[in-house]
């Protein structure tokens, strides 16, 4: 099956650093890439949509300036936490869609678990 | 925009019962996609079904099947029996072309299974 690989899986870094997220599609090229947030015992929020060689949507409330992503190719998409505090902890989850239809498949990677000391 | 409300916190089942967890969204769309995700302590996200809101047959996959009500706006998940592995979060989803083919989640519904 489709694989998302993500990494890595964990990551701790001191306030006012800045960490990146890689989120690779390795048996597929996906078209869209979308980005989670996830605080603990909480629901997915949609951070921003990712379309190869175009920049990202961010949802409303994400700054975009903190968030960067950038989504060079069909199998490569990176979240950099820009200038991380405390309150970025978090875990963050990528998905890839194969195509950019809502009905093309879905394949998750397995999350980041972000600490910012 | 379209929401996704799951009203039940937590939940809890006997091993080798039946349990359902509900679920109800609102949409003005006719054609979308409904699915629920299972969250084990791993945090890795698991498809454990999806629903064509077109199709009028209510999707299964082996112990799991859903209730869709499209009239209501309804999608409940019913676990047949139940697991201890089946212990995990769940989440219900919905995904539409309006939405930019987007997954839109419920709060989650935290299942525990008794032994």
């Known amino acids: 099956g489709a694989v998302v690989s993500q990494h890595p899986s964990w990551v701790i870094c001191k306030s006012g650093t800045s960490v990146k997220i890689e989120c690779r599609s390795l048996?597929?090229?996906?078209?869209?890439m979308f980005w989670y947030r996830q605080f603990p015992k909480q629901s997915l929020m949609l951070m921003a949509t990712?379309?190869?060689?175009?920049?990202?949507?961010?949802e409303q409330g994400v700054e975009k300036d903190k968030f960067l992503i950038n989504h060079a190719s069909l199998t490569l998409s990176t979240l950099t936490v820009t200038s991380a505090h405390p309150e970025d902890s978090s875990f963050y989850i990528c998905?890839?869609?194969?195509?950019?239809?809502?009905?093309?498949?879905?394949?998750f990677g397995n999350g980041t678990r972000l600490t910012v000391t | 925009a379209q929401t996704v409300t799951q009203s039940q916190p937590e939940m809890s089942v006997q091993e080798a019962e039946t349990v359902t967890l509900s679920c109800t969204y609102d949409?003005?769309?006719?054609?979308?996609?409904l699915f629920w995700y299972k969250q084990p302590p791993s945090r890795q996200m698991i498809l454990v079904i999806r629903?064509?809101?077109?199709?009028?047959q209510n999707a299964t996959e082996n112990r799991f099947s859903v209730n869709f009500q499209k009239a209501a706006k309804s999608f409940s998940l019913k676990i047949s029996d139940s697991q201890l592995g089946d212990a995990a979060m769940y989440f219900c989803?919905?995904?539409?072309?309006?939405?930019?083919?987007?997954?839109?989640f419920g709060e989650g519904t935290q299942l525990t299974v008794n032994p």
């Open positions: 998905t890839a869609s194969r195509g950019s239809s809502y009905n093309s498949p879905l394949h």
């Open positions: 048996d597929f090229q996906a078209t869209t």
């Open positions: 990712s379309n190869e060689g175009s920049k990202a949507t961010y």
């Open positions: 949409t003005s769309e006719s054609d979308y996609y």
């Open positions: 629903q064509e809101a077109y199709k009028q």
């Open positions: 989803a919905y995904r539409s072309a309006t939405s930019g083919s987007r997954l839109t």
